[in-house]
């Protein structure tokens, strides 16, 4: 005999938008280039630095295996744990100290190679694929193999880190694919877990 546990339902972080299983108005996604910005950087990341009048500096950079990048004038830097910005910081300091009177500096995501999204249950190939900016729980799915015929298609479990806890959302999966819900929009890290039919 299989024991029901309730899921409490909690939308204030999940965006896709429209009218949610519990009926009530679902919030907007978070700007996604804001999370982007706001993740830490690990091995394998590629980001694009660029220095204002100064396209010598101005490129492409991937982070080593051992979490740091060769940059112009100022050698290797650390990368890894750091954010977009927080390394943007960085560079200004070192560019600085005897290169440039008053460096600005932007750095930006091009790919998150060391992020991942994680997609276990009711699918045909379960596993860890790395995350991409814009990514959905259509495309992630996808990704797995699609869903197998026993999965239940509106109860997919998202689990997602907000402000330190983690939260469990689900998801309406088959009425995203029929037009009746918006995607969802993935975030670093997301696993998502697709339970078998109760029917």
Known sequence: MRVLIPLVLSWTALACGGIGRSGRQLPPMPDVATVLQ??????????????????????????????TFDFPLVGRIDAAGQTPGALGDRLIERLKAGFLR??????????????KVFVLGEVH??????????????????????????AEKNGIVLTRVVDGHERKFVVPFEDIGLGRQQNVLLQPGDI?????SWL
Not at 38 to 55: C, F, K, P, S, T
Not at 108 to 115: A, D, G, I, P, Y
Not at 135 to 141: H, P
Not at 192 to 196: D, G, I, Q
């Open 38 to 67: 706001g993740a830490e950087l690990g091995a394998g990341d590629v980001v694009e630095v660029r220095v204002y009048q100064e396209n010598g500096l101005s490129g492409l950079y991937r982070v080593g295996t051992d979490g």
């Open 102 to 115: 008053d460096p600005q500096v932007s750095v930006f995501v091009k790919e998150f190679n060391s992020k």
């Open 125 to 150: 190939k379960p596993g860890t694929f790395k995350f991409e900016d814009r990514m959905t729980i259509v495309q992630a799915v996808t990704l797995a193999g699609g869903l197998k015929g026993l």
């Open 192 to 196: 998502v877990f697709v339970p078998e």
